[in-house]
C-alpha cells in the first residue's frame, strides 16, 4: 500500500529557506508511471499546488512560486523534496505531498497526511 | 491560469437529501476536473476524477457530471460521514489549480 509522509521543520523564519522531504513507501519513486506534487493549504483556507517532479528530475512549478521553489528527486532514498526560499508569513501552510499516476488515475491520489509550517520570528 | 469557481460556499442539508455542488471553469477544461473530500484534520481524497470516474472505494452515492467549463458533484442521500469540505480541482497545460471549496454542513 503506498504511503507518502511529509517531514521538516515546523517554524521557519521570515526570509530563510523552508525545506521539506516526502518519503514514499509501498511503491518506488522512480517507476515511470508517477509524477510526484507539493500542495499546501494556509490555515482555514483552500488548497495551492505548488509544483511537480517526475522520477528523471523533470519539474513543473506554479508561476506564482516558480521563482522561490526548487523541488528534487533522491530515487536512492525513495524520497522528494521542497526548497521555497525567502519566506514569510504568507507561507505558513499545511504542506502535503501526493503521488499522481499519469497512467491510470492521473490525479493526486493518495496524499500524506501533511505538516504544518509555521513562518514566524 | 484557470480559475475554479464553486458554489455554494456552504450548503447546510439533512442527512438523507441529495447534495448538488457545483463548480465553474473560467475556461474549458475538457473533462480533466475531479472532486475531493476534506475532513478536518486529514488530508484530501480523491472521490471523483475525469469528471465522473468515482475513485476506488467510493461509494455509489457520489457522482460527477459535466464538461468544458461547468461540472457538478452529486451526494444521492447524504450519510453522517458526508458532511466535509469538497473541492473541485483541475489539470490543464501542466498548471494545477483549486476551487476554494463548499462546506457542506448538517443543518
Known amino acids: 500500500q503506498l504511503q507518502l509522509q511529509e517531514s521538516g521543520p515546523g517554524l521557519v523564519k521570515p526570509s530563510e529557506t523552508l525545506s521539506l522531504t516526502c518519503t514514499v513507501s509501498?511503491?518506488?519513486?522512480?517507476?515511470?508511471?508517477?509524477?510526484w506534487g507539493w500542495i499546501r493549504q494556509p490555515p482555514g483556507k483552500g488548497l495551492e499546488w505548488i509544483g511537480s517532479i517526475y522520477y528523471s528530475g523533470s519539474t513543473y512549478y506554479n508561476p506564482s512560486l516558480k521563482s522561490r521553489v526548487t523541488i528534487s528527486v533522491d530515487t536512492s532514498k525513495n524520497q522528494f523534496s521542497l526548497e521555497l526560499s525567502s519566506v514569510t508569513a504568507a507561507d505558513t501552510a499545511v504542506y502535503y505531498c501526493?503521488?499522481?499516476?499519469?497512467?491510470?488515475?492521473?490525479?493526486?491520489?493518495?496524499w500524506g497526511q501533511g505538516t504544518l509550517v509555521t513562518v514566524s520570528s | 491560469e484557470i480559475v475554479l469557481t464553486q458554489s455554494p460556499a456552504t450548503l447546510s442539508l439533512s442527512p438523507g437529501e441529495r447534495a448538488t455542488l457545483s463548480c465553474r471553469a473560467s475556461q474549458s477544461v475538457s473533462s480533466y476536473l475531479a472532486w475531493y473530500q476534506q475532513k478536518p484534520g486529514q488530508a484530501p481524497r480523491l472521490l471523483i476524477y475525469?469528471?465522473?470516474n468515482r475513485a476506488t472505494g467510493i461509494p455509489a452515492r457520489f457522482s460527477g457530471s459535466g464538461s468544458g467549463t461547468d461540472f457538478t458533484l452529486t451526494i444521492s442521500s447524504l450519510e453522517p460521514e458526508d458532511f466535509a469540505v469538497y473541492y473541485c480541482h483541475q489539470r490543464s497545460n501542466w498548471m494545477y489549480t483549486f476551487g476554494q471549496g463548499t462546506r457542506l454542513e448538517i443543518k
Open positions: 475525469d469528471a465522473s
Open positions: 501526493a503521488r499522481r499516476d499519469w497512467q491510470l488515475v492521473p490525479w493526486f491520489d493518495p
Open positions: 509501498g511503491a518506488s519513486i522512480s517507476s515511470t508511471s508517477y509524477y
